[in-house]
């Protein structure tokens, strides 16, 4: 448990001071969850059909997704915009699950 002790003369400046930092780092980590869960669906739609038709390339295609989720939410906690680049890697994988989703669309129609 933190404790932070203020002298009486100096009120609760300081202790709005600490919070609100604090307050920062919650809402960068709410705002980062948010968005992994906003793109949540179409990533397991695109894993369960694209992994109809070819598995390997679907289960790789999740791997370089989660490590890319991964990569952007601790970049996103830094508070520096230009650390949330950092899981753009992860839309690769995300690609690559959209592929192998059309490939078994288009098998299933019979395109080819």
Not at 62 to 75: E, F, H, K, N, Q
């Amino acid at each position: 448990m933190v404790v932070v002790e203020v002298q009486p003369e100096y009120g609760y400046c300081v202790l709005v001071a600490v919070g609100s930092s604090f307050m920062l780092v919650w809402k960068a980590m709410k705002r980062a969850h948010q968005n992994t869960l906003e793109n949540y669906p179409t990533f397991l739609m695109l894993l369960l059909l694209g992994g109809l038709q070819h598995p390997v390339l679907s289960a790789a295609g999740g791997v370089v997704w989660c490590l890319g989720r991964i990569a952007y939410a601790t970049g996103y906690y830094t508070g520096d915009p230009r650390k949330r680049t950092r899981g753009m890697f992860g839309y690769l994988g995300l690609i690559a699950m959209l592929y192998s989703t059309g490939r078994l669309g288009t098998r299933l129609l019979g395109w080819y």
